[in-house]
């Protein structure tokens, strides 16, 4: 199915933009990790949303995805990782599967923590993001997964499933990729290993590489006042597009995205029926 806008990230920030999208009578598809994953999921108590004093970040999102299920937002978990347009359309990335909307909004909080040495030369010569995708490449071949969310540990049974030799990190601090022309080791922890392919298992993917010609400025992704990106169709709401990182900030910036990228996918069904 094709729909009119498709959210990236099913926080304060996401939920928020695709109720505003179902009040403006538009399809709407929310694509994000599992809630318990959600960094508020861990706050003991939210005391600055305004008229829900005292609630747990739990709780407070339970609720949030509670009144966008109830406006007949559509949800799929698993994590988006690129996103192209075609013909007025974009299509998002899952895993090896794929979504289309006329609009996106951009709403994946931010993706804390640095990069490896070596991430980034071996990307594609051996670094991978993504084992249900990329893992094939490696079967029967040893391979190393960095594990930082509660679904990582699955995507390393799917790898066991296919014959690699799996390393599992948990949650490591500090790694070093090395290798030649392709990866030929990892050391995480001060453990090393000799491994052919490193699955990196992040919760977040920094905004540009997600969209590599998105504008970003010390991190963040810039917006105008509609939350409009510098790509056409693509709007962000909430931390992705800077400070202060709170709940408010993001529930408001996702109402002005999600009505923005509504608007984006009337007037583009309008001039594609004219
Ligand atoms: C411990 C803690 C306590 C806090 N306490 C408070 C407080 O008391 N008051 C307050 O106002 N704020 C508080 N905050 C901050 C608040 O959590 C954030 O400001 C708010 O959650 C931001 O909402 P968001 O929707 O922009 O991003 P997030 O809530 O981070 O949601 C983004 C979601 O998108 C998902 N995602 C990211 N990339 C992808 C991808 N590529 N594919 C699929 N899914 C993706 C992420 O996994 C995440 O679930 C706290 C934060 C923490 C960590």
Redesign the pocket.
């Known amino acids: 199915m094709s729909y009119d806008v498709l959210v990236?990230?099913?926080?304060?920030?996401?939920?928020s933009a695709a109720v505003n999208v179902r009040a403006r009578g538009r399809s709407v598809l929310v694509?994000?990790?599992p809630?318990e994953?959600?960094?508020?999921w861990?706050?003991e108590?939210?005391?600055?949303?305004l008229g829900m004093p005292a609630l747990s970040?739990a709780e407070l999102l339970k609720r949030f995805r509670r009144h966008a299920e109830e406006s007949g937002v559509d949800f799929r978990e698993?994590?988006?990782?690129n996103a192209m347009r075609m013909e007025d359309i974009w299509y998002v990335s899952?895993g090896s599967d794929m979504e289309n909307a006329r609009a996106v909004v951009l709403?994946?909080?931010?993706?804390r923590g640095k990069k490896y040495l070596g991430e980034e030369e071996f990307l594609g010569r051996g670094v991978s993001y993504c084992a249900t995708c990329d893992g094939m490449l490696y079967r029967n071949r040893p391979v190393a997964v960095l594990g930082f969310t509660d679904t990582a540990k699955k995507e390393a049974d799917f790898l066991s499933g296919i014959g690699c030799g799996v390393t599992y990190f948990h949650r490591p601090k500090n790694c070093v990729i090395r290798g030649g022309s392709t990866v030929e080791e990892v050391t995480c922890d001060g453990e090393t290993v000799q491994v052919e392919g490193v699955f990196l298992l992040r919760?977040?993917?920094a905004p540009a590489e997600?969209f590599p010609e998105l504008a970003v400025e010390s991190g963040y992704v810039t917006v105008d006042r509609r939350m409009a990106t510098n790509l056409p169709g693509v709007f962000a709401?909430?931390?992705?597009t800077g400070g202060p990182?709170?709940?408010?900030?993001?529930v408001g910036e996702?109402l002005i995205a999600g009505q923005s990228a509504a608007a984006f996918a009337a007037e583009q069904e309008r001039k594609q029926s004219r």
């Open positions: 990236i990230g099913g926080g304060p920030a996401g939920l694509v994000s990790n809630l994953e959600n960094p508020l861990r706050a108590k939210v005391d600055n949303h970040g698993g994590k988006v990782l899952i709403a994946g909080g931010v993706a919760p977040t993917m997600l709401a909430g931390d992705c990182l709170q709940v408010s900030k993001a996702g």
